[in-house]
């Protein structure tokens, strides 16, 4: 582990993408590996168990390859297998939960924050008890949505399509009728909504899980003076290994809208005999 080693970055499937692109605007000078489990996402219908062992299957992977940071880009992994992810990592790990919970907490005026993300991820009360861990829990008020439809609008690139803009009108509405003035995106697609959410809920703070858990990775280099020290060229493509453990279809054109920028076809390994 060195200076100039990559990131490490996993997800049960693609949606760890957009965390990718949060990790590259924050971390502009690192390389980075990206590890999707797409043979088996998605985690949420898994039990703890299992999801735990397909998680350390891919930190182990991550670490054979070498890398000095691990970013767990999978929400249902981060509320479940963090602990035993750490447990058999000697690199530092970072999850999606806390950083995003403590954003929240930090950006609310009255206390009114809101959690969207998949039935799983909301089923697990992830965030809810990583903001009511928080000191200052007591002053505010929490309301979860599970928005499933989003994910499968996001793959189809429907952004800003009229039936996209329906189904979050239909998903937004206890939030806006609670007056909710921050509201976490609990999946690593929602992120490539946010214009049209934006345009829905005027003034409220939406916390991109993915932004905060970079800004978290960039402090815990910092601190252990592991930064790279290597400048890129302003207009050199990012240096990213992409890995999946079955290619999922029309992966380019996938990476390409979560990235903005083309890649090549990835790799295909067999991460379970690790």
Same mark, same amino acid.
């Given at each position: 582990?060195?200076? &100039?080693? =990559? ?7 693609? +949606?760890?993408?957009? /965390? ?6 924050? $971390? =502009?000078?690192?390389?980075?590996? @990206? ?6 996402? =998605? @985690? ?33 992994? !981060? !509320? &479940? ?5 750490? !447990? ?10 806390? %950083?995003? #919970? ?10 009114? *924050?809101?959690? *969207? +993300? ?8 992830? @965030?809810?008890? +990583?903001?009511?861990?928080? %000191?200052?829990?007591?002053? &505010? ?10 994910? =499968? ?8 399509? #009229? &039936?996209?803009?329906? /189904? ?15 509201? *976490? ?5 929602? %992120?490539?909504? $946010? ?18 858990? !970079? ?18 060229? $302003? ?11 079955? /290619? ?27």
């Amino acid at each position: 582990m060195n200076k &100039v080693s =990559p990131i490490g970055v996993f997800d049960s499937g693609i +949606g760890g993408l957009s /965390v990718l692109k949060q990790l590259m605007r924050f $971390l =502009p000078n690192e390389k980075f590996i @990206y590890l999707g489990d797409t043979a088996r996402v =998605p @985690y949420g219908n898994r039990t703890p168990e299992i999801i735990r062992q397909y998680s350390k299957e891919c930190t182990k992977f991550l670490i054979e390859k070498g890398v000095k940071l691990i970013v767990v880009a999978c929400n249902t992994a !981060s !509320s &479940v297998a963090l602990d035993a992810i750490r !447990s058999i990592s000697d690199v530092p790990v970072i999850g999606m939960i806390q %950083p995003a #919970a403590i954003a929240a907490i930090r950006a609310t005026n009255n206390g009114k *924050i809101g959690i *969207i +993300g998949t039935r799983a991820t909301i089923a697990s009360k992830s @965030y809810s008890n +990583g903001i009511l861990g928080l %000191p200052d829990s007591n002053k &505010v008020e929490l309301i979860s949505v599970a928005c499933p439809l989003f994910v =499968p609008l996001v793959e189809e690139g429907w952004l800003r399509h #009229a &039936v996209t803009r329906q /189904v979050a009108v239909e998903y937004l509405s206890p939030l806006i009728e609670n007056k909710t003035d921050t509201i *976490i995106l609990g999946c690593t697609h929602y %992120p490539l909504l $946010l214009p049209l959410l934006n345009e829905l809920m005027l003034g409220v703070t939406f916390i991109d899980s993915g932004e905060h858990a !970079s800004v978290a990775s960039l402090r815990q280099l910092a601190e252990l003076d592991l930064l790279s020290g290597e400048s890129t060229e $302003l207009l050199k493509k990012p240096e990213i290994k992409f890995y999946v453990t079955d /290619v999922p279809t029309q992966f380019i054109d996938t990476a390409l809208r979560f990235l903005g920028f083309a890649t090549e076809h990835p790799e295909i390994v067999d991460i379970s005999s690790i």
